[in-house]
């Protein structure tokens, strides 16, 4: 049996789960900024950082809907998943541009998580339209680095402001 990285109907049951699960963190980065806007508020790059985490989970539950619209061809799907992937990408890098204020080793750290939360969904996107490389395997792979970048965002939102 071969890998169906190219037949996204054989992947449904995980982009659902990665969609309830985007979903539901959103929700909770909502509670946690909502708990510590004022710190959050008078720390520069906090309030960019708390958008970065929103655009990762933001991007996994796009990148799952557009896996689960039925009956798209690889085609559609390699070019939603590159719009997607390079707006994420754009708005974050954005993001962390505008924080000068940081220590250079947080802001390679943010770019690195961004980065890894991104990117392979771009590499995902092309490998569709080229139909070898790896497929819907590099949007996995996106999927996971986007919800540890956003669980690591998280935490430093909810627990390490307060330290």
Same mark, same amino acid.
């Given at each position: 049996? !071969?890998?169906?990285?190219y037949?996204?109907s054989?992947?449904a049951?995980l982009f659902?789960?990665?969609?309830s699960?985007?979903a539901? +963190?959103t929700?909770?980065?909502?509670v946690?900024?909502?708990?510590?806007l004022?710190?959050?508020?008078?720390?520069p790059? +906090?309030p960019?950082?708390?958008?970065?985490?929103?655009?990762?989970l933001? *991007?996994v539950l796009?990148a799952?809907?557009?896996?689960?619209?039925? *009956?798209?061809?690889?085609?559609?799907?390699?070019?939603? +998943?590159?719009?997607?992937s390079?707006?994420?990408l754009?708005i974050? !890098?954005?993001?962390?541009?505008?924080?000068p204020?940081?220590?250079?080793e947080?802001t390679?750290g943010?770019a690195?998580l961004?980065?890894?939360g991104?990117?392979?969904?771009?590499?995902?996107?092309? !490998?569709?339209?080229?139909?070898?490389?790896?497929g +819907?395997g590099?949007?996995v792979?996106?999927?996971?680095?986007a919800?540890?970048?956003?669980?690591?965002n998280?935490?430093?939102?909810?627990?390490e402001i307060?330290?």
């Open positions: 049996m !071969s890998f169906p990285a037949d996204p054989k992947w049951y659902a789960a990665s969609a699960a985007s539901a +963190l929700g909770l980065v909502f946690a900024v909502s708990i510590n004022r710190p959050i508020l008078k720390n790059g +906090l960019e950082r708390a958008l970065e985490t929103l655009i990762l933001l *991007g796009t799952s809907i557009f896996v689960l619209i039925p *009956g798209q061809g690889t085609t559609a799907l390699g070019i939603e +998943l590159a719009v997607q390079v707006v994420c754009a974050i !890098s954005r993001l962390i541009k505008r924080s204020h940081q220590k250079l947080w390679v943010r690195a961004a980065a890894c991104t990117v392979p969904f771009l590499l995902g996107s092309i !490998s569709l339209l080229a139909h070898r490389g790896g +819907l590099w949007v792979a996106g999927l996971i680095a919800l540890i970048g956003a669980v690591v998280a935490w430093v939102l909810l627990v307060l330290r």
